[in-house]
């Protein structure tokens, strides 16, 4: 049987699995779905206005907390505190309550405001009222020293930074953020990927193994050639279904696109509404724009190499994990070490590449096959020299002949292995073999 017969009947048996298939075009919708979903959630919760109660019987801050679109402030201050509680907690509409105590000094007020309520609030809410606390403090210390606060408040500057290439390209601050929001995506999608395709393998080897059916085709064919057929019809499955994914998201895409631009044209009739359209519209070809300018045809290529390299170098080793156990519960013990290296990939990316992309950690472990597949993807959009690609594609083909080698001295002893529960003293003797 030659390799690329094993080839077929791998790709054949993932592509024309129902499960495969349904999932392959129910996946993209259920992400839009998802997406719609939590959008329209965050929309519940920006309509919910709260009502909170203000005790301050000095008015020493009652009015410098103004109503916003969600919070509405309501001035208690001639009832009694006891009063004032008595109602806020057994009255639903009320939050909380906001008690400002009385003082000669305000200056001690810097930690005797509370806020009383059933639950706890908001970061965002807290923070507002700690800006209020700290503007009113500040203003009457300023005061205090003799200065003006409204004259230092309109001396007050906000400066824009333009920010450009030396090839006299254009770019936005926000670009960071697509680019870090990119080559997140993409080694995410990696990380997923391995494990689920890697996952594939692994329960393919172990049915074909405990229904017997590998005593047959082992005597027509080398383990070797098995494992690397099973590998390279999987990852080709994968692969197309990534396409079919990506085909499926671009046309989403533009439908709904369309759709928001049927919707905006039908409230330009109203002039605020417009002048928000027209405001959306411009950061959005702004982001458009950026996007349009980074390397999306190496970002392309690249996640289709890295994704087969990693996902070669990680199917070896579940297809030795799936070789050498009986049944995937035995599996657990082998896994995770499997998987640490994934996730550690994830980690330093995003807390190594985000402050710094170019930098020594960043630079390594985009370098070291069991993580670069994952911080080099999210490196590529920030832009990477071309001779580092290429090390790291290198490194990482390379790697996988190696780590190939090995898997496979286990997968040929362990393939024919029945009834008995391997150990890592067990495999590395099957290394030596």
Do not use: C
């Amino acid at each position: 049987m030659s390799l690329s017969l094993i080839i077929k009947r791998e790709f054949n048996s993932k592509v024309r699995n129902k499960s495969f298939i349904v999932m392959t075009f129910l996946s993209p919708i259920l992400v839009v779905a998802m997406g719609t979903l939590v959008a329209y959630l965050a929309n519940i919760n920006n309509d919910v206005v709260n009502q909170i109660a203000i005790h301050d019987t000095a008015s020493l801050l009652k009015t410098d907390f103004e109503d916003t679109d969600n919070v509405k402030y309501t001035d208690l201050s001639e009832m009694s505190l006891e009063m004032v509680k008595k109602e806020v907690s057994e009255n639903e509409s009320y939050e909380g309550l906001i008690y400002v105590p009385q003082t000669d000094d305000i200056t001690e007020l810097v930690d005797k405001v509370e806020y009383i309520s059933t639950d706890s609030p908001n970061l965002d809410f807290v923070s507002n009222m700690e800006r209020v606390v700290n503007d009113k403090l500040t203003k009457h210390n300023l005061k205090e020293l003799g200065f003006d606060y409204d004259k230092i408040e309109n001396a007050k500057t906000k400066a824009t930074i333009h920010f450009s290439k030396f090839s006299g390209e254009e770019t936005f601050k926000e670009g960071s953020i697509i680019k870090i929001v990119i080559g997140g995506v993409f080694g995410y999608l990696i990380m997923m990927f391995v494990i689920i395709y890697g996952n594939m393998v692994m329960r393919s080897v172990i049915e074909e193994k405990t229904n017997r059916i590998i005593e047959i085709i082992i005597s027509s064919v080398k383990p070797f050639k098995l494992m690397m057929g099973k590998i390279i019809g999987t990852s080709f499955a994968g692969v197309l279904q990534f396409l079919i994914w990506t085909i499926l998201g671009l046309g989403l895409f533009f439908i709904l696109s369309n759709v928001f631009g049927v919707q905006v044209g039908a409230a330009s009739a109203q002039p605020e509404a417009a002048e928000m359209s027209r405001e959306a519209m411009n950061d959005a070809q702004l982001y458009i724009s950026e996007v349009l300018k980074l390397p999306l045809f190496t970002i392309f290529i690249s996640f289709i190499v890295y994704f087969i390299g990693g996902f070669f170098l990680y199917s070896s080793l579940y297809a030795a994990i799936g070789a050498a156990v009986d049944s995937e519960t035995d599996s657990q013990q082998f896994l995770f070490p499997i998987i640490m290296p994934l996730m550690l990939g994830v980690y330093v990316g995003f807390f190594t590449v985000i402050s710094d992309p170019h930098g020594t950690v960043a630079t390594i472990f985009s370098m070291i096959p069991l993580t670069s597949p994952i911080v080099m993807m999210m490196r590529i959009p920030f832009g990477v020299p071309v001779w580092q690609l290429i090390l790291s594609m290198t490194i990482l083909f390379g790697t996988f002949f190696g780590v190939v080698w090995f898997a496979a001295k286990i997968y040929r002893i362990g393939i024919l292995m029945y009834g008995k529960k391997p150990t890592y003293k067990e495999l590395f003797k099957w290394l030596k073999y």
